[in-house]
């Protein structure tokens, strides 16, 4: 070993002149990105790492049913069939629903994709005693998919599945369930450990090389079912790069041609030299979720209301250097739910005072609230100093506010626990934001009160006959048109009712070298990786 | 071995640790004597001094609110008018926090070698003084945890325990009390075997009294010597800790956490985010310093 | 000596199994929920609950301490919660590169201090002794992952000379002794070095002093012995103390390295536990921590048995 390491130091310092500056001229175009994830995202079908995970290892190497439309840059992004060319919900029973697969597309590893493997993937999930049951990846997605009752094949083309109650929302739950090859697990003596390290799905990009913690290597799948999407760039090369300030190094030292979410105040040096910042906004809410537990302050709209006003969102805006954009409610007022609250969220310091004063509270007689934070997270933005910054802008009105700091991941579990939870007794409130891509994620899992833990992330037990009532109908409607002006209706009566502190929409900065051309920045979570070219 | 292996080694303190003393007021007069010729340990007591008085004096020293943050200061370099060191990625004042940020990062340095002094000095006690098994169960339990590299031990309880001020005095706390309690055992047990001791018990002295009039006063110069040493381990790792997020928690000022905090903006204000650091590195300094020049002086060897 | 040598490796056991234990209950101490590290925040319980029975993690603790011992005693260290994948497999990459990045510190350090060390002892009070010692105390006392930044900011930030972060284009995987690579090893070395190279330094100067007053080297010199022999006899006197210092310094760069590690986001086992922290997942925080005071237990045995061999005075009861 060291006889060994010391003739590589004495070659080593032999070489270092002749390789100095020369780099290794290759015909092959390759695209280099940084991620923010600590490690790469699962790979052998369901990622982890939430939707950075989907974005990177999920709709690269794997397809679900039905896929989002990322192709646009100018309008919120849909879905559109995937590894399925039809869904239908029947006539008679709202519940079942009939998909159409699309023949002829074959997984990376040669083999058919028919409705025995739509199946077996589900049983992946769902079956805890068939023999492909993969605990870590039901523990990815089952969350994501809460309304699936039953399954079954109806012939090599055809899957039905059955809801448990009428769910209009269905489809979007099919885009998180990803098929991976069944032929190529069983070659593999059925080791999902080994299959993450050679995954074999049906997306554009294949996987080589996996090297935990470091890289993942994905390339083109020349035989990809829609020729409009094989990939133009030979390789990509995904590295985990947790921390901004190490993935702007990394950017403006060369060493990743493109890095998620850079640190915003490196953002003027990066343009200084030429790189550019892509941004966009995206169905994402950064916000305060309020306890709504009997005893809560939050139960008093004025107060809900002053802290709503109090929040200097163009402050925070100079904060981010322009990478956010001011919440006026829950979903982006180009949302198809925003609807019409006359709750306008605006900075009026002076209403908030008038209000806290209503309630009771002022500067000197402040309310004392405790809100659990977490230093970093998936899309928690720049959780300190924006954190930070509520707590002053809400001094000024008459909010005194305490931070309980955690790690995301405890964050998460205080989360999933609710308020009432005894290891969340004095806190009034936490800031985890979300996504809100579907009628679910977006409103369904906080606001209806069948969703009080531990059924759901009501974390504030929060209940409301009224919302109740609209959501349910909404999830029942079928018409996308009727559906739209229910959660409109949904949407205007939370913000009316300031059911949440919000703050912030995040614009989903990237930064990339000048050399990459092609890609559109969709306004999604989920970004398309195929059309881009290194140049 | 003739020194220490000293900061950050927490090597085994070995057998001589005897100081040679004769008369105790002859001798601490000598001390005090030949600390007074030694400018150099002088001028980094008077550093630490100041590091000390500015600390406990901040609110009345620091020109402006700790936690007061302006979006338009934001960054500021330093040695703009009012911002003598420029400001923070929050726009609050630099001086002020690092003036403030001495109270958690000096308590957090401090208070664990304080603790583990007092418990490592009784388990020592214990263990020198009973011998036997008692010697036996303490010292080997000590062995264990020789058995890790001091930063990994560290790193480990706290990782364990979660972020926090206290979690990380505990941590500390724990990875100090071995080499403390090992010097004590070793310097009592060798008293405990001379003959003045011996003959203190058969005249029927209690083990009481035994301890306080003849064990303790050997054994507290070169623990508290040893402890000096520890102090600037200590506030580097706690500082450490507070730099990988499990110490101090935001926003309050810690020299550790503010130049974790600042770490993002080293491409923007490089020279800001640097301060903290320094403030560490004198307080280490001095206290290496100060531990140097208070061995001369007693003239105990280690 | 053979009797030495066993009776040491005997005495090694029992700190072992003593190592073990803590390990263990540090991960039962942790708050929280263990399964946090792969079970996202909506998967329903029966889902987690199975997980748990999956990991053992239902069972009684003492029970799951005598699994996880007789696990870890064939080498299974078990599966990482985050990833699924061996973490056997995952340190011992971890594991190469901390060692490389080791290696190369105690390259730059080890020389160094003893140089420093032994010419400061040798001019024991001159200025040069003074200068030697300065710079010892400077390199006990800084905090080093300050002087990482510090570093990244004069060569990465200001300069643009040295890359700031990482192992170079190819990761571990590809790593190779030219200067595409080597150049992302010169920082996080230099800075590694630092403390090492004080401690050493102190070590072998207040070692060779000692030596210098002794009777021997002026009976030596009065022989009319030449100076480099003196020299020569010095040294070979300060050997086995500057080899145990050295040892215990390569103990602790193994161990000792997480925060360069995190500064520099070198890929070695101080990132990975970092990571195992962020992310609790405790059977890599327990693998990690595990393989690295074996290393140090280990370090230390050989280190002692090295010591006498080369001086027999120094055997202990």
Redesign the interface.
């Known amino acids: 070993m060291i006889i060994r390491?010391l003739k590589?130091?004495a070659?080593?310092v032999l070489?270092?002149g002749a390789?100095?500056?020369s780099?290794a001229a290759s015909a092959e175009t390759v695209l280099r990105i940084g991620m923010t994830a600590?490690?790469i995202p699962?790979t052998?079908g369901q990622p982890?790492n939430?939707f950075e995970g989907y974005r990177f290892t999920g709709y690269t190497i794997y397809d679900a049913l039905i896929n989002w439309d990322l192709s646009s840059a100018d309008k919120a992004s849909d879905i559109r069939p995937g590894l399925a060319t039809e869904w239908s919900v029947s006539e008679n029973d709202p519940t079942v629903w009939t998909i159409e697969l699309r023949q002829g597309v074959k997984f990376h590893d040669g083999s058919d994709f028919d409705a025995d493997a739509v199946i077996w993937n589900l049983d992946k999930i769902f079956d805890?005693n068939s023999p492909q049951y993969a605990?870590?990846q039901?523990?990815?997605v089952?969350?994501?998919i809460?309304s699936l009752e039953s399954y079954r094949k109806v012939d090599d083309d055809t899957v039905e599945i059955t809801t448990k109650e009428p769910d209009s929302f269905f489809p979007y739950q099919l885009t998180y369930v990803l098929y991976s090859s069944p032929a190529h697990w069983e070659a593999l003596g059925g080791d999902?450990?080994a299959f993450?390290g050679k995954p074999s799905g049906t997306g554009p990009f294949k996987a080589v090389?996996l090297?935990?913690?470091?890289?993942l290597e994905l390339v083109p799948n020349p035989d990809y079912w829609d020729q409009d999407r094989i990939p133009k760039t030979d390789r990509i090369v995904l590295?985990p790069?947790?921390?901004?300030?190490?993935r702007?190094?990394?950017l403006?030292?060369g060493?990743v041609d493109w890095i998620e979410a850079p640190?915003p105040?490196?953002i003027?040096?990066m343009e200084a030299q030429g790189f550019s910042i892509v941004t966009n906004p995206y169905p994402h809410i950064w916000s305060w979720h309020l306890s709504r537990v009997p005893d809560s302050p939050w139960n008093d709209i004025r107060v809900r209301k002053a802290a709503n006003l109090a929040v200097d969102r163009e402050?925070m805006k100079?904060?981010l250097r322009d990478l956010m954009e001011p919440a006026k409610g829950h979903v982006l007022p180009s949302s198809p739910w925003f609807g019409q609250p006359s709750f306008d969220l605006h900075y009026d310091p002076d209403e908030a005072k008038r209000l806290m004063e209503e309630a009771g509270y002022s500067k000197d007689n402040p309310l004392k609230v405790t809100i659990k934070i977490s230093?970093s997270g998936s899309g928690q933005m720049q959780p300190?100093?924006m954190n930070?910054?509520m707590?002053?802008t809400l001094k000024e009105v008459g909010f005194d506010v305490a931070?309980e700091?955690?790690?995301?991941?405890?964050l998460?579990?205080h989360?999933?626990a609710g308020a009432g939870d005894q290891i969340n007794k004095g806190i009034d409130g936490l800031n985890v934001s979300y996504a809100t891509v579907d009628p679910f994620s977006a409103f369904v899992?906080f606001m209806q009160s069948s969703q009080i833990p531990?059924n759901?992330?009501n974390w504030g037990h929060f209940s409301d006959p009224k919302l109740d009532e609209l959501m349910t109908r909404a999830r029942a409607t079928f018409d996308e048109t009727k559906r739209n002006e229910i959660l409109a209706e949904v949407h205007t009566y939370a913000v009316d009712e300031a059911l949440f502190v919000w703050v912030a929409h995040d614009v989903n900065p990237r930064a990339m070298s000048p050399n990459v051309q092609g890609f559109v920045q969709a306004q999604n979570w989920f970004q398309d990786l195929t059309p881009i070219r290194m140049e | 071995m003739a020194e220490p292996t000293g900061a950050t080694a927490l090597g085994t303190p070995a057998d001589d640790t005897v100081p040679r003393r004769t008369s105790p007021r002859g001798y601490w007069t000598n001390v005090a004597k030949r600390l007074r010729r030694d400018k150099l340990t002088l001028f980094f007591a008077l550093l630490l001094a100041l590091v000390f008085l500015s600390a406990i004096f901040a609110p009345w020293l620091a020109p402006a609110d700790p936690y007061a943050t302006s979006m338009l200061k934001r960054l500021t370099p330093i040695g703009t008018p009012g911002y003598p060191l420029g400001a923070d990625e929050l726009g609050r004042d630099m001086l002020t926090r690092l003036l403030y940020g001495g109270r958690l990062s000096l308590l957090m340095g401090i208070l664990p070698v304080v603790n583990a002094t007092v418990a490592g000095c009784i388990l020592g006690l214990i263990a020198g003084f009973f011998g036997g098994r008692v010697n036996m169960a303490i010292m080997r339990a000590m062995d264990v945890f020789y058995a890790f590299p001091s930063v990994l031990l560290a790193i480990a309880i706290a990782g364990a325990l979660g972020a926090g001020v206290v979690n990380t005095i505990v941590s500390l706390t724990v990875v100090f009390i071995p080499p403390i309690t090992r010097i004590t055992e070793s310097v009592t047990t060798r008293i405990r075997k001379q003959d003045f001791v011996e003959a203190a018990r058969a005249t029927g002295a209690g083990n009481l009294s035994l301890i306080r009039v003849h064990v303790l006063g050997n054994v507290l110069a070169p623990v508290l010597i040893y402890a000096s040493s520890l102090v600037s381990i200590s506030i580097i790792l706690a500082a450490g800790l507070s730099f990988l997020g499990l110490g101090a928690t935001p926003p309050e000022p810690e020299w550790g956490l503010m130049l974790n905090t600042l770490r993002d903006a080293i491409f923007v204000s490089p020279w800001v985010a640097v301060v903290p650091g320094v403030m560490i590195f004198i307080t280490s300094m001095s206290f290496n310093m100060l531990s140097d020049g208070l061995r001369h002086a007693m003239d105990v060897r280690m | 000596m053979t009797a030495y040598v066993i009776r040491r490796f005997l005495y090694a056991i029992p700190i072992a199994l003593g190592v073990a234990v803590i390990i263990f209950s540090l991960v039962h101490i942790a708050p929280g929920d263990p399964l946090s590290a792969l079970v996202p925040a909506d998967a329903p319980s029966s889902v987690v609950e199975r997980l748990r029975r999956d990991y053992g993690m239902d069972r009684p603790v003492p029970a799951q301490f005598v699994l996880w011992l007789g696990r870890t005693l064939s080498g299974d260290l078990g599966v990482s919660i985050a990833t699924g994948r061996p973490v056997a497999g995952e340190l011992t990459r971890a594991v190469a590169n901390t060692l490389l990045l080791a290696v190369c510190a105690s390259l730059i350090g080890f020389p160094l201090g003893i140089l420093l060390g032994g010419v400061a002892g040798y001019f024991n009070g001159r200025a040069i002794d003074r200068i030697a010692t300065a710079t010892a105390i400077t390199g006990v006392s800084v905090p080093h992952y300050w002087l990482g930044m510090l570093l990244v900011i004069v060569f990465s930030v200001e300069l643009n000379l040295l890359p700031a972060m990482g192992m170079g284009p190819g990761g571990s995987s590809a790593w190779s002794w030219d200067w595409t690579h080597l150049r992302h090893l010169v920082l996080p070395a230099v800075t590694l070095s630092v403390i090492p190279m004080g401690i050493v330094t102190r070590t072998v100067r207040a070692t060779v002093a000692e030596i210098m007053n002794e009777d021997f080297v002026e009976a030596l010199r009065a022989k009319g012995m030449r100076e480099s022999q003196v020299v020569r006899h010095v040294a070979k006197n300060a050997a086995p103390t500057a080899l145990a210092v050295i040892g215990l310094q390569l103990g602790y760069l193994l161990g000792g390295s997480i925060l360069v590690e995190v500064v520099f986001a070198w890929p070695g086992t101080g990132f990975m536990l970092n990571t195992a922290i962020i992310r609790r997942d405790l059977p890599l925080l327990q693998g990690t921590i595990l393989v690295l005071s074996m290393f140090f237990v280990l370090v230390n045995l050989l280190v002692d048995i090295l010591q006498t061999m080369l001086d027999p005075r120094m055997q202990r009861a």
Do not use: K
């Open positions: 390491f590589g130091w070659i080593a070489a270092v390789f100095f500056g780099a600590s490690d699962l052998a982890d939430g805890e605990p870590d039901a523990a990815q089952r969350g994501r809460t999902w450990n993450s090389n090297v935990p913690r470091e890289r590295m790069i947790p921390e901004a300030s190490a702007t190094s990394a403006l030292s060493q640190a105040d490196a003027p040096r402050g100079v904060l230093p300190l100093p930070e910054f707590q002053e931070f700091v955690m790690e995301w991941e405890s998460l579990s989360w999933r899992r531990p759901g992330l």
